[in-house]
């Protein structure tokens, strides 16, 4: 016996059209919010897999896939990459490793904009957490089909 | 800032997400996992030149100063477990490229290695009692998933034997460490050995002692909690069986070396004299255990766990010559334990079985294994001039001029198991003709096995090596043991010559 995943629900299946560049754009905000305020890698990791996973429910699997892109645990192993190398950097400046690096630089428009290390920390987590929940999602979620 | 004492931890987690990064291609993870643990094994030696050269390195991480943020700490005895660590890891990662199945690679073998290497070396370097804790659940969760790798029903249920104790010994771990931040306010460990010195209440620290000592006891599989260790030892693929035999337990080992020389030194009287008795009742009970078992693997199994007794003795007599041969044991326990279960993951292949009984013939028909075996086998009894020999004649000497007549007794008895049990091997598995009836049984045959034979070559080469250049090995493990007797050393490198 197979159990229909995807909800037959006209409203969540438009209002999840809507939600999902919303969220994901929220997510995005997040994290680059974070650091000093309430966000960061984690939280913005998981935003973005509730969107994708909101929409797998309201479509479907091969949607949400579509949706992802990249494969889920590829997305794991380069956020660890990334989480790794952000502390590398440091030991160039003969610091400890994982001292946090800064860069300073006025744009037109936007101003002044601060961009250092724990930003690449962040991405490597946002990745990893985008990733691990999806793999278990999306491989519970094949085994219902 | 010292670069070298991050590189042992950084490179097995960067290897590690790169080859699960590339997970889809196989041969860039077998490439990535020799490169990987080749680089490591350059930068542990790299660590242990520099801390021999210029005593105790310390690295500040994220430049948070001591007490407060976490340092990583590489005295005498963490670089030689680094070092030991790598080579062990460089030497299952080339036995592997033939031992492990591409099936089992592609549930994520080599990542898996690289994640329980960074964990292990974590756990060696860190100066943070919190932080060795989270180092242990790295090492557990990738352990966990090494040992269950192919799903097979004896793995699972061997597997959650060495999870629940596991477990249950990280839980007294945590509770200890919160017992000893509630005494002190700190969880640096230099911070603690120099605050404990104005605790009053001494009754509570030994407590938290022995708390501590049942937590790693767990994990270094010393009597009464090894049970978990032979269920679970001979279930894996055998390349990781021979990484769990040559580094989990001494993880524990370590730990205890670490925090009875360190921190709990305040009644050496009591909490020394419980260590010894733990060190006996472990030498025998391995050694009894293995006398008892007829799987290649399962002796070996046990036998580990009467040689924690040995290096628990050299830890518990906590004389200047006991704690040399208690590091010397160690260097000379893990290459050779890990090497002797290469040779039954080689005589599997050729033969297709582990039991002794249905063995035979290897002798006759592969008589350059037999001799390989003899090494580490011989090593393991402490025939001289092997170095096992070396690593007992310390530790019994330590022994008689403590004047602990029944720990020597009890050493020199197991010994004398010890090579019953390896006489037993040799006779069942390469000398006697193999039983007719067993004579055909599939095996998955000779191919590819020169990788096999070379490193098992290599690991017995480094055996005699330790036996005839002992000279040397003892010196290290000679500072190593000064720098474990005197903690000011370790408190002033971390915190600061404040004097």
Do not use: C
Request: hydrophobic share 55%; glycine share 10%.
């Amino acid at each position: 016996m197979t159990r229909e995943l995807n909800i037959q629900s006209l409203i969540l299946r438009s209002a999840s059209q809507l939600l999902l560049p919303l969220l994901l754009m929220f997510s995005i905000f997040l994290l680059l919010r974070g650091h000093d305020e309430p966000g960061g890698g984690f939280i913005a990791g998981l935003v973005a897999a509730s969107a994708i996973a909101l929409h797998m429910f309201a479509q479907d699997i091969h949607q949400a896939k579509r949706v992802l892109y990249a494969d889920p645990r590829d997305l794991v192993g380069w956020g660890l990459v990334f989480g790794v190398i952000s502390g590398v950097p440091a030991i160039f400046k003969g610091q400890a490793f994982f001292t946090s690096q800064w860069l300073e630089f006025t744009m037109p428009i936007l101003g002044k904009i601060k961009v250092g290390t724990p930003l690449i920390f962040d991405i490597g987590v946002y990745l990893v957490v985008v990733g691990s929940v999806l793999l278990i999602l999306l491989t519970l979620a094949e085994a219902e089909d | 800032m010292r670069p070298e004492v991050a590189l042992p931890v950084v490179l097995p987690l960067l290897f590690g997400a790169i080859s699960l990064a590339l997970w889809r291609y196989r041969t860039a993870q077998r490439v990535i996992g020799v490169l990987g643990t080749g680089t490591l094994l350059a930068a542990a030696v790299w660590l242990l030149l520099a801390t021999w050269r210029d005593g105790v390195l310390v690295m500040h991480m994220g430049n948070w100063q001591a007490p407060f943020g976490i340092v990583l700490v590489s005295d005498l005895l963490g670089a030689i477990m680094v070092v030991l660590a790598a080579i062990s890891g460089l030497a299952t990662a080339v036995y592997s490229l033939t031992a492990i199945s591409k099936r089992h690679e592609h549930y994520g073998y080599y990542p898996l290695l690289h994640l329980l290497l960074a964990g292990v070396n974590g756990a060696f370097l860190t100066g943070d009692i919190f932080n060795m804790y989270v180092w242990f659940e790295v090492m557990l969760v990738a352990s966990f998933a090494l040992l269950i790798l192919g799903g097979e029903r004896a793995q699972m249920e061997g597997a959650i034997k060495y999870v629940t104790l596991n477990l249950v010994s990280s839980a007294i771990f945590l509770s200890g460490i919160g017992l000893l931040y509630g005494l002190t306010g700190t969880l640096n460990m230099a911070d603690i050995a120099d605050k404990l010195a104005d605790v009053e209440d001494t009754g509570l620290i030994t407590v938290i002692a022995m708390m501590f000592l049942v937590s790693f006891g767990i994990k270094a599989g010393a009597f009464p909690f090894f049970f978990w260790l032979p269920a679970s030892y001979h279930t894996p693929q055998v390349a990781v069986s021979a990484l769990f035999a040559a580094l989990l337990t001494k993880v524990g080992v370590y730990a205890l070396f670490r925090v009875f020389t360190l921190i709990f030194t305040q009644d050496v009287g009591y909490t020394h004299e419980i260590l010894l008795w733990v060190a006996g009742a472990t030498m025998l009970t391995g050694v009894l255990g293995a006398a008892a078992q007829y799987e290649f693997r399962r002796i070996l199994s046990f036998h580990i766990i009467s040689q924690i007794g040995y290096m628990i003795m050299g830890l518990a007599l906590f004389t200047p010559l006991a704690l040399v041969g208690g590091v010397f044991y160690i260097m000379h326990h893990i290459i050779v334990k890990a090497n002797l279960f290469l040779v039954s993951g080689l005589v599997y292949r050729l033969k297709g079985t582990y039991e002794l009984k249905e063995l035979g013939g290897m002798y006759r028909s592969h008589p350059i294994l037999g001799l390989l075996f003899l090494v580490p086998a011989l090593s393991l009894a402490g025939i001289p001039p092997l170095s096992g020999f070396f690593a007992k004649f310390i530790l019994i000497r330590a022994g008689v001029e403590a004047e602990s007549w029944w720990i020597v007794f009890v050493a020199l008895l197991v010994g004398l198991l010890t090579l019953y049990s390896m006489i037993k091997i040799w006779a069942e598995v390469f000398w006697k003709a193999q039983p007719e009836e067993h004579a055909n049984r599939p095996a998955p045959g000779p191919k590819g096995t020169g990788v096999m034979y070379g490193t098992i070559a290599v690991m017995a080469a480094m055996t005699v090596f330790i036996g005839f250049g002992a000279q040397p090995i003892y010196l290290i493990a000679e500072q190593a043991a000064h720098q474990l007797l005197d903690p000011q050393i370790y408190i002033d490198a971390v915190l600061g010559d404040r004097s």
